[in-house]
């Protein structure tokens, strides 16, 4: 079995192909035991609005693949262009780099570091973690602390949350005469409603599916809550819309939009869609009045102060790539483990049985002292006996290079 990384993410798949791929939090569980019935030993998914990977240990990286495929009624081969399979240490020096935000939309970020733990949390509840995810997870961690410690990336990053906020002031200006709709009661739309609500807008409203988590974001920000099914009613009072939700299908649909701008008069609609799969009809975007932002179309505004987290990166990339060597050696060692039990087996066999020739011996009344000096010249030749025989049927450079691990192993002075 070998460790791999199998996924997609903003770099290789536009937003129409992850949203495909994309896992509910609440079925991960199920399907991570479904993925390790079969197709790996081992397994963790980390599915977030820029990305869906497997980690995962197997015997053939294009198991998982097929999985994925057909978990989510793709045919694979319109899949495969969009796919990265990273195996053992790109496996592990992606994850690093994951984990410390050098992977993300926005260089440094560090809410990808919570949505990664909560990924492992559910693989780890789920059953699926091993040894060897157990042990690569706990490292990511650790590497990625270490590079938010000693490394500047994360400073002075633009969030998704705060990226909303100035495009939404370069289209209205000042955001306090206008009415914002939040789609969602998420880490992204809390975030997202934070920034918001320090510009003081004139309103602000929550819509989820359940009123308890509305009303208590509500709360917090100042606003007011209701549930999605009301949306219809009061859709057109609001000029700014933030939606990220967990819905695999549209909430908000062409024909919802086209009657709020009806009603509205043509006065225009903000909308940023951070959900992945969409919330809003990708039909949206092509209607007058309606400035209509997803995920991917947020990286120029995020880009913002790129350059001095650009040279920190370079920093950050010497820690993982020292990390990367560390956990390797780690892993080298771990798969020398059955070798060194079966030598530690064979070795207590032997002795074990040279010990009952030699209390059998004792209980026919032979001298004890001739007894024990049988049995350790029987242990040192029968120990000795591979590499003397490896030596003496060794030719040449084989010869010379077993001559030298020998005297290596054995700690022989020449």
């Not at 990336?153 to 000042?174: C, E, H, P, T």
């Not at 771990?334 to 066999?349: C, G, S």
């Not at 003397?388 to 020449?414: C, F, P, T, V, W």
Request: hydrophobic share 45%; with cysteine; charged share 25%.
């Amino acid at each position: 079995m070998q460790l791999y990384v199998i996924g997609v993410n903003h770099t290789t798949a536009p937003i129409q192909i992850r949203e495909n791929v994309a896992f509910n939090s609440e079925h991960l569980g199920s399907a991570l035991r479904e993925l390790t019935t079969h197709d790996a030993t081992e397994a963790a998914i980390l599915s977030t609005c820029n990305r869906t990977e497997l980690y995962c240990s197997t015997d053939n990286p294009q198991k998982p693949l097929n999985w994925l495929s057909q978990y989510h009624k793709l045919d694979v081969s319109k899949l495969q262009p969009y796919i990265y399979t990273l195996p053992n240490d790109e496996a592990v020096k992606h994850a690093f780099r994951v984990a410390s935000g050098l992977d993300s939309m926005v260089l440094g970020e560090a809410q990808i570091l919570g949505q990664f733990k909560q990924s492992v949390k559910i693989a780890q509840d789920a059953g699926t973690l091993g040894t060897l995810l157990h042990k690569l997870f706990q490292r990511t961690f650790e590497v990625a602390k270490e590079v938010r410690t000693n490394t500047d990336v994360g400073a002075n990053s633009i969030s998704m949350a705060a990226a909303a906020v100035k495009l939404a002031q370069r289209i209205f200006g000042d955001i306090r005469e206008q009415n914002v709709l939040f789609i969602g009661a998420g880490e992204m739309i809390e975030l997202c409603a934070d920034h918001f609500a320090a510009q003081k807008p004139k309103s602000m409203m929550v819509a989820n599916r359940t009123l308890e988590r509305g009303t208590s974001l509500a709360a917090k920000i100042g606003g007011q809550a209701i549930l999605l099914n009301g949306l219809t009613d009061c859709f057109a009072e609001f000029d700014i819309v933030i939606t990220s939700t967990a819905s695999q299908l549209p909430i908000v649909g062409l024909g919802m939009v086209e009657s709020a701008i009806k009603a509205r008069r043509h006065r225009p609609i903000f909308m940023v869609d951070l959900a992945v799969p969409r919330d809003v009809e990708a039909e949206v975007a092509a209607l007058d009045d309606v400035f209509l932002y997803t995920v991917d179309d947020l990286a120029q505004v995020v880009s913002d102060g790129v350059v001095n987290r650009q040279e920190a990166a370079l920093d950050a990339e010497l820690i993982v790539t020292a990390r990367v060597e560390h956990f390797m050696q780690w892993l080298k060692k771990r798969d020398a483990v059955p070798t060194i039990k079966a030598l530690r087996d064979q070795a207590e066999a032997t002795r074990q049985a040279e010990l009952d020739k030699a209390l059998k011996l004792i209980q026919k009344g032979e001298a004890p002292e001739k007894v024990l000096e049988g049995l350790s010249n029987a242990l040192t030749n029968k120990f000795l006996h591979a590499p003397n025989h490896a030596l003496n049927h060794a030719h040449g450079e084989e010869h010379a290079k077993l001559e030298d691990m020998i005297k290596q192993l054995y700690r022989i002075k020449s």
